[in-house]
């Protein structure tokens, strides 16, 4: 192997950490979008259900009870518009972007195992070398 394809395979190894570390980023952000769309879809989910008292987090570690005769929810739409939605409507949604988020997660996944698998490759080949 010449001097310019271990400098190549060095160079592609440094490249693909630095996509790990960014598509690794992104799998964060969007398990963290999974987890606050599948809890916004509980919340719908129990306001179609149940009526009466609940205890409402209005920051800081505090709550206030409320009581809820929901029939709309304020919904985002995208692009920075809002409307208000029905709660079956507003279901329907978060279904649709959990779905649709939860498809880019394995996408992620997939790719970075990808990654992984490439960069356990050439790390094979450089301790062959005796380069580390």
């Known amino acids: 192997m010449s001097r310019q394809d271990v400098q190549r395979l060095l160079e592609e190894y440094q490249v693909i950490n630095e996509l790990l570390a960014t598509l690794q980023a992104q799998h964060t952000t969007v398990s963290e979008l999974l987890e606050e769309l599948t809890t916004a879809l509980d919340g719908v989910r129990l306001l179609k259900t149940e009526g009466g008292e609940r205890l409402v ?3 800081a570690g505090l709550f206030v009870l409320g009581t809820f005769n ?12 809002h409307a208000f939605l029905d709660l079956e409507n507003a279901e329907r949604i978060l279904k ?15 790719n970075i195992e990808k990654l992984i698998e490439r960069a356990a490759q050439i790390r094979q080949v450089l301790e062959r070398l005796g380069i580390k």
């Open 57 to 59: 987090h209005i920051g």
């Open 70 to 81: 929901a029939r709309e929810v304020l919904t985002p739409l995208g692009a920075g518009y």
């Open 96 to 110: 649709e972007r959990i779905d649709e988020y939860s498809k880019v997660k394995t996408s992620l996944e997939e």
